[in-house]
């Protein structure tokens, strides 16, 4: 209640403010900063950098998307991605085989040209629904984009065969009711600076 009550005006004051201009403020960046540490950098580390199977957020790569909303949205609401377990839907392990060198090729990493070729006939039946034709994602299911060379889990082929037949699921917990709105506004203001997307 204290601190509410001695900083709860300095954060409401930004709340007024359009986002993006809140996040060209030097001061609103200096609060969100704090705000980040405080709340998210257990998860996405001090410097935003992220971890394994936690994303980064200082880059322009967005599961769900990286709009003043869609961070907004995140914040508030959280989020649960899941990746299916597929080993046993692709039909055996080397048909993962040559759908693994089919992502490896799509971010331009080292790969067997021959396991690729063949691999695309089974990611355009197994893998496209949520990941599309290309492999660049859908942020409406928060799939993520397989031909930018960023990977949550791993980007070798070992990691990406066991994404393929184990799945992955990771959630990103609601903040609604934990941090109020003048918190929620400058987080997802200093988001967008050091992501780059408020320049956008």
């Not at 954060?11 to 405080?38: H, M, S, T, W, Y």
């Not at 971010?107 to 197994?126: C, I």
Request: net charge neutral.
């Amino acid at each position: 209640k204290q601190a509410a009550a001695r900083f709860g005006p300095v954060i409401d004051r930004f709340l007024q403010q359009d986002v993006l201009k809140v996040a060209a403020d030097p001061e609103a960046r200096e609060i969100g900063q704090r705000l980040f540490l405080n709340y998210c950098a257990q998860c996405h580390g001090s410097d935003a950098g992220g971890s394994r199977g936690y994303p980064s957020l200082r880059d322009a790569d967005w599961l769900w998307g990286g709009s003043p909303d869609a961070i907004r949205t995140t914040l508030l609401e959280g989020r649960k991605g899941m990746m299916p377990p597929m080993g046993a839907a692709l039909g055996g392990s080397e048909d993962v085989r040559d759908v693994t060198h089919h992502v490896l090729s799509l971010s331009g990493r080292t790969h067997d040209g021959l396991r690729a070729q063949r691999g695309r006939a089974k990611f355009a039946a197994n893998c496209a629904a949520c990941h599309g034709a290309e492999g660049k994602g859908n942020p409406l299911l928060g799939a993520p984009n397989l031909s930018d060379d960023i990977w949550l889990h791993g980007g070798t082929e070992a990691a990406i065969a066991e994404t393929i037949i184990k799945g992955r699921v990771n959630e990103m917990p609601a903040h609604k009711g934990f941090l109020d709105e003048g918190k929620i506004h400058l987080l997802t203001a200093y988001l967008l600076g050091i992501s780059g997307q408020a320049a956008r």
